[in-house]
Every structure is written in structure tokens, then in C-alpha cells.
């Protein structure tokens, strides 16, 4: 069993910047990826970004060149860096273990309003 506390979530003006963090339960290297998820009232949830183990990584197109996923297997933490925040990006964001089986954390709120 793996536990996923997710923090740094909050209210932001259009523009600013946020940093989600992800602390596992277990060691992150042991799993396939680590990923970040979002869902929007009334959206089904949906991939923001993923990092392999071998540090390559993937984003969804409405944030590439916005966010940034990285990791520190040390510290057993996945974090999503979001800057040039947009309304759009208002959701839930959960982390997500991807292993030989799947975790989610609680997840964080995120709202971009002025």
C-alpha cells in the first residue's frame, strides 16, 4: 500500500504560479511513473503530466511550456511546478503512484480566478 499526501494547492490570480507537491508513503523509484491528474467540476479527470523513471516525461498540450513535473527519489516526492496559470486550470489536482499497482493521493485544490 502506497500513501499520497498532496500539498501546495490554493488560489491564484491568472498568471501566477503554483508548485504542487506529491510525498509518498514508499519509494517512488520502485514505480513504473509518477504522474499528476486534474479534474474540472463537471470534466472527468484527465493526465496533466508523467515522469518514468528514466526521467522522461510527458504533458497534455494545454500545459506544455506552462508546468513542470520533476522528482526527488531521495525525498520520495513528485512535484508539479505550474506558472502562466490560466482560469482553464481550475480542477482538483491528484498524484498518482503508477506501479504494479495504481495510487491516488486526496488531491488539491487549484483556482485561477481574479
Known amino acids: 500500500q502506497v500513501q499520497l499526501v498532496e500539498s501546495g494547492g490554493g488560489l491564484v490570480q491568472p498568471g501566477g504560479s503554483l508548485r504542487l507537491s506529491c510525498v509518498a508513503s514508499a519509494s517512488i523509484y520502485n514505480a513504473n511513473s509518477m504522474a499528476w491528474h486534474r479534474q474540472a467540476p463537471g470534466k472527468e479527470r484527465e493526465l496533466v503530466a508523467l515522469?518514468?523513471?528514466?526521467?522522461?516525461?510527458n504533458y497534455a498540450d494545454s500545459v506544455k511550456g506552462r508546468f513542470t513535473i520533476s522528482r526527488d527519489n531521495a525525498e520520495n516526492t513528485v512535484y508539479l511546478q505550474m506558472n502562466s496559470l490560466k482560469p482553464e486550470d481550475t480542477a482538483v489536482y491528484y498524484c498518482n503512484y503508477r506501479g504494479y499497482k495504481n495510487y491516488w493521493g486526496q488531491g488539491t485544490q487549484v483556482t485561477v480566478s481574479s
Open positions: 515522469i518514468a523513471r528514466n526521467e522522461m516525461t
